[in-house]
């Protein structure tokens, strides 16, 4: 059973840069084919997608967030994270690490299949 968990600040300042860390236990963040990303929940609408490192290293962003995303990770702590920058009220949500199903093929993200449990970010002053 694969668990994540999502550690981070509630609360950010306009303009500051949001850092998030999620740890993962039963299952490696080096392990084919899997991605481990970061979604997030506006308050009353839709999940957006966000990014994510894959198996192998490579890092793949939404287009809408690519100038201000970071994913990384630490596989010596089978950890991975998320930077966001220049945060504004309307990044304020509930960010989620989820591991992404990767096409062994193609190399393609297709789905995701756990998911932590969400922290609430809130940008104000």
């Known amino acids: 059973q694969v668990q994540l968990q999502e550690s981070g600040p509630g609360l950010v300042k306009p303009s500051q840069t949001l850092s998030l860390t999620c740890s993962v236990s039963g299952g490696s963040v080096a392990a084919k084919y899997y991605a481990w990303g970061w979604i997030r929940q506006f308050p009353g609408k839709g999940v957006e997608w966000m990014g994510a490192?894959?198996?192998?290293?490579?890092?793949v962003y939404s287009p809408s967030l690519e100038s201000r995303t970071s994913i990384s990770r630490d596989t010596s702590k089978n950890q991975f994270s998320l930077q966001l920058t220049s945060m504004t009220p309307a990044d304020t949500a509930g960010y989620y690490c989820v591991r992404d199903l990767v096409d062994s093929v193609f190399g393609r993200i297709y789905g995701l299949d756990y998911w932590g449990k969400g922290t609430l970010v809130t940008v104000s002053s």
């Open positions: 490192i894959t198996y192998d290293g490579r890092t």
